[in-house]
């Protein structure tokens, strides 16, 4: 499908999102303001542009790395296992380290991610992402602030891709299911 040809339908608008990413900037401001210093690690490449405007609503100190992983999804549903591609060049230790996602599906990514940067000594880990799908859940993952719980359909759009097209969409969108 190509992007041009289509307008996936609106899942979540601009003002929700903008409403939301507001709220969870608020939120991480308030936890974080004794809690420095603050690092906000991002995952690559869906999350650049929730991370982008959650930050510039932070009122607290923090510094910005981000890391990249390959789960060789494509355009399929299911992961496979997530390979870390770019690392922080931040050391971590001793720092307040809040991992940023744009969506946990599965649970893999997170999973991974947060072993793998609990074992650079962070003085506290926590996970944040924008949104979060409750019924595709494989792992028991911790998400500390969660922007939306949505049901099981491939969104795409504000970063989030369909074989690397809608990333700038300005809302989120869903690709319906094609009828089998
Ligand atoms: C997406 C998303 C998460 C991961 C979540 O990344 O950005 O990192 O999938 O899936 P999981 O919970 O099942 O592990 P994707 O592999 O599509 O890469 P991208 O961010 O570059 O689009």
Known sequence: MAEKECQPPVLIDEAALARRV?????????????????ALVGVLKGVFIFMADLVRQLTVPHQLDFVA??????????????????DVATDLAGRHVLL?????????????LMQ??????????????????????RQTVTVDYVGFDIPD??????????DQ???SLPYVGFIAPSPT
Request: with cysteine; charged share 20%; aromatic share 8%.
């Open 165 to 167: 097209q809608y990333r």
């Open 69 to 86: 992983v390959a789960s060789y999804r494509g355009t399929d549903t299911l992961p496979g296992q997530p390979q870390l591609i770019l």
């Open 116 to 137: 793998l940067l609990a074992e650079r000594h962070p003085a506290s880990l926590r996970c944040c992402s924008l949104l979060r799908k409750p019924e595709r859940l």
């Open 100 to 112: 940023v996602e744009d969506i946990v599906d599965t649970g893999q990514t997170v999973s991974c």
């Open 153 to 162: 359909v491939w969104v795409v759009g504000y970063g989030l891709d369909y």
């Open 22 to 38: 507001t709220e969870l900037a608020a939120a991480i401001s308030a936890d974080y303001a004794a809690k420095q210093p603050l």
